[in-house]
């Protein structure tokens, strides 16, 4: 490793080195030159992208979107990461990894949200969700405002709030599938009178589950018991 790069090193590490975040930032900060994971990627030749991720750490909110992303992640055994380090090199995702994980981090828009991504990010490294399911879930995190993800974990398993606006959310998403279908209801029980309408029910489809599950695992001190969906 040239001067030049150990320097780098160096003012990224000073930058955070006082702050109080659990194992994986430390991941992200030794990365470059002793991580079992990331320790091959030349992602310091850049220079210029890694000490201005890092200076964001004094600015206060992206430390904090840090700090949650880490907390709701966890820690990992060293298998975990080996494991995970060779998925990455498996499917060509190493040497972009960290430069993507911390886009991640940055791009959120809440502390909020950066605890549903760390909590996805959990379930990729422990190989629960592959990669393209990992990407999918940043996505649905970073485009469905909060209070939505929450009425989704929440309310999945309820007709009357899927059908009020919901189920059309979690249809853009691809997370619902929406069903409509001609039915009957009756309007005079006396007469037994009834009359044809439409009906539209929504159905969670299976990426819809995947991330259900994941958002489940990060808040389930937060979901009822009978509700709580594990997959």
């Not at 030749?45 to 966890?74: D, R």
């Not at 489809?205 to 709580?228: C, P």
Request: net charge negative.
């Amino acid at each position: 490793m040239t001067d030049a790069k150990k320097g780098i090193i160096a003012r990224a590490k000073g930058a955070v080195e006082n702050l109080p975040l659990a194992d994986y930032a430390e991941t992200l900060l030794d990365s470059c030159v002793e991580n079992e994971v990331l320790k091959q990627i030349p992602v310091i030749s850049t220079g210029v992208a890694t000490i201005k991720t890092y200076l964001q750490f004094k600015e206060g909110k992206f430390k904090k979107k840090v700090e949650a992303f880490v907390e709701s992640a966890g820690s990992f055994s060293s298998e975990e990461w080996a494991a995970f380090s060779e998925t990455l090199e498996r499917e060509g995702k190493k040497k972009e990894f960290i430069n993507v994980l911390l886009d991640v981090i940055e791009k959120a828009d809440s502390e909020e949200k950066s605890k549903i991504l760390g909590g996805v990010f959990r379930r990729l490294v422990k190989e629960e969700i592959g990669y393209p399911q990992f990407e999918d879930q940043v996505r649905f995190t970073n485009d469905m405002q909060t209070i939505n993800i929450h009425f989704f974990m929440h309310s999945y398993h309820n007709d009357y709030v899927l059908e009020n606006s919901l189920g059309d959310i979690l249809v853009n998403q691809r997370l619902a599938k929406r069903k409509i279908e001609f039915a009957t209801k009756t309007i005079n029980i006396a007469a037994q009178t009834q009359e044809q309408y439409i009906k539209v029910s929504y159905e969670i489809t299976g990426i819809g589950l995947a991330y259900l599950t994941s958002l489940h695992q990060i808040y389930k001190d937060k979901i009822d018991a009978e509700n709580l969906y594990v997959g």
